[in-house]
């Protein structure tokens, strides 16, 4: 099974940017949809973002216009560009194979600071 690690995560002021990285452990190929998580203190779990291997993309309401999920398959990478950021984004983020279904990681933690 291909292993995931996120990266990229920091500490960033209201209206900044980030790119989230999700590094895989061999190829991509096999990881026909990808998700991206995140979970804040004290909250649930959610589904940020997806993406199949084709490229068709889906997001969550609260991140529509300001996240971008993609994949890089040469590097056998996914990514989350995050802009506009809010304090409300403020959580840890995951990268987890949805079909298959993958593991979960470490996470990133994203801060947003007022």
């Known amino acids: 099974q291909v292993q995931l690690v996120e990266s990229g995560g920091g500490l960033v002021q209201t209206g900044g940017s980030l790119r989230l990285s999700c590094a895989a452990s061999?190829?991509?190929?096999?990881?026909?949809?990808m998700g991206w998580y995140r979970q804040a203190p004290g909250k649930q779990r959610e589904l940020v973002a997806t993406?199949?291997?084709?490229?068709?993309?889906n997001y969550a309401d609260s991140v529509k216009g300001r996240f971008t999920i993609s994949r890089d398959n040469a590097e056998n990478t996914f990514y989350l560009q995050m802009n506009s950021l809010k304090p409300e984004d403020t959580a840890v983020y995951y990268c987890?194979?949805?079909?298959?279904?993958?593991?979960w990681g470490q996470g990133t933690q994203v801060t947003v600071s007022s």
């Open positions: 987890k194979g949805l079909n298959p279904i993958g593991s």
């Open positions: 061999g190829s991509i190929f096999s990881i026909r949809v």
């Open positions: 993406i199949t291997s084709g490229g068709s993309t």
